[in-house]
Nanobody
Framework: QVQLVESGGGLVQAGGSLRLSCAASGRTFSSYVMGWFRQAPGKEREFVAHIRWSGGSTYYADSVKGRFTISRDNAKNTVYLQMNSLKPEDTALYYC??????????????????WGQGTQVTVSS
């Protein structure tokens, strides 16, 4: 089992920045893929970014490309999402997720095996 705990959400003005953290505990493997998803009120949960524990390759949704950066600290078993140039449409509950194996494109909810409880990000205009 893997436990994921997100932190770092909050209220920020448009154009500002936030850094989300996802601490993983339990049994993890180098094959894992760590992802960030978000869900705005009344909308479906959507893919934001993912990173592979081994090698660190990353992939982003078009809506956040160039503004968000996903990274990992293997020693701390923690994944980060640096969010810059935030927009009101980035307002959502942000979830961390872990997939035991990398299966391209690793952007769908069903491909992930473990989920955190989410952290709220609110961007005011």
């Amino acid at each position: 089992q893997v436990q994921l705990v997100e932190s770092g959400g909050g209220l920020v003005q448009a154009g500002g920045s936030l850094r989300l953290s996802c601490a993983a505990s339990g049994r993890t493997f180098s094959s894992y893929v760590m992802g960030w998803f978000r869900q705005a009120p009344g909308k479906e949960r959507e893919f934001v970014a993912h990173i592979r524990w081994s090698g660190g390759s990353t992939y982003y949704a078009d809506s956040v490309k160039g503004r968000f950066t996903i990274s990992r600290d293997n020693a701390k078993n923690t994944v980060y999402l640096q969010m810059n140039s935030l927009k009101p449409e980035d307002t959502a509950l942000y979830y961390c997720a872990a997939a035991r194996y990398y299966r391209p494109p690793a952007q769908t909810l069903a491909q992930y095996d473990y989920w955190g409880q989410g952290t709220q990000v609110t961007v005011s205009s």
